[in-house]
């Protein structure tokens, strides 16, 4: 079993429009999803080597376009189609941030978001996964390596850091992860893990 956590951040970003086909356009968002070894509000340190890990294994949702979001939380590990707003299109490191593109979707909730952003209305990036904490001697809570990133979520900013957060203690079963990651992922996700094994066991050789 797992916690189901959540991260809320400021959105950093800049929005772009890619002309399409049919005279149509793309409403792009660019910016900040997360940073990693920052003390963040809710009182988590996400260490690097867990985020850059998780990247590497996100980049399979990127590809086959599954790596969707919501606008607003669910309280599942599992993302609802009815309220996906958005799909993130890259991601990716540089120093000690993980920087993204979003593609906003045509759906009822995308509609909303875009709305919210073109009235200048202050967004939140909040990601989604399961996993661990352990506290640390200065009483931080570490985020461990048993952590598994889901999505990143829009949300409203809370009136108190935290507010986004999944109590601790609320568990997410192996059934209900295996019913976001198929077998494909996790097989993904070995190799991507034994790939990392053997760079470190070379490096220390």
């Given at each position: 079993?797992a916690n189901?956590?959540?991260?809320?951040?400021?959105?950093?970003?800049?929005?772009?429009?890619?002309?399409?086909?049919?005279?149509?356009?793309?409403?792009?968002?660019?910016?900040?999803?997360?940073?990693?070894?920052?003390?963040?509000?809710?009182?988590?340190?996400y260490?690097?080597?867990?985020?850059?890990?998780?990247?590497?294994n996100?980049?399979?949702?990127?590809?086959?376009?599954?790596?969707?979001?919501?606008?607003?939380?669910?309280d599942?590990?599992?993302?609802?189609?009815?309220?996906?707003?958005?799909?993130?299109?890259?991601?990716y490191?540089?120093?000690?941030?993980?920087?993204?593109?979003?593609?906003?979707?045509?759906?009822?909730?995308?509609?909303?978001?875009?709305?919210?952003?073109?009235?200048?209305?202050?967004?939140?990036?909040?990601?989604?996964?399961v996993?661990?904490?352990?506290?640390?001697?200065?009483?931080?809570?570490?985020?461990?390596?048993?952590?598994?990133?889901?999505?990143?979520?829009?949300?409203?900013?809370?009136?108190?850091?935290?507010?986004?957060?999944?109590?601790?203690?609320?568990?997410?079963?192996?059934?209900?992860?295996?019913?976001?990651?198929?077998?494909?992922?996790?097989?993904?996700?070995?190799?991507?893990?034994?790939?990392?094994?053997?760079?470190?066991k070379?490096?220390?050789?």
């Amino acid at each position: 079993m797992a916690n189901l956590l959540r991260e809320y951040n400021n959105f950093e970003y800049e929005v772009i429009k890619e002309e399409v086909e049919g005279g149509k356009s793309k409403f792009i968002m660019k910016g900040v999803l997360q940073r990693a070894g920052t003390l963040n509000q809710n009182g988590r340190i996400y260490p690097r080597e867990v985020l850059e890990r998780e990247l590497r294994n996100y980049q399979k949702l990127i590809r086959e376009r599954r790596a969707m979001g919501a606008l607003d939380h669910t309280d599942s590990s599992i993302i609802e189609l009815k309220s996906v707003s958005h799909i993130v299109t890259k991601a990716y490191f540089e120093k000690d941030v993980v920087y993204g593109e979003v593609e906003i979707l045509p759906t009822p909730h995308g509609e909303t978001l875009k709305r919210l952003v073109e009235a200048n209305v202050t967004v939140g990036i909040s990601s989604r996964g399961v996993g661990s904490t352990a506290t640390d001697h200065n009483g931080y809570n570490i985020v461990q390596d048993d952590f598994q990133l889901i999505c990143w979520d829009f949300v409203s900013e809370p009136s108190t850091p935290g507010a986004f957060m999944m109590k601790e203690g609320i568990e997410i079963s192996d059934q209900e992860l295996k019913r976001f990651f198929n077998e494909s992922d996790r097989i993904d996700r070995a190799v991507n893990n034994l790939f990392e094994w053997d760079k470190l066991k070379g490096g220390n050789q």
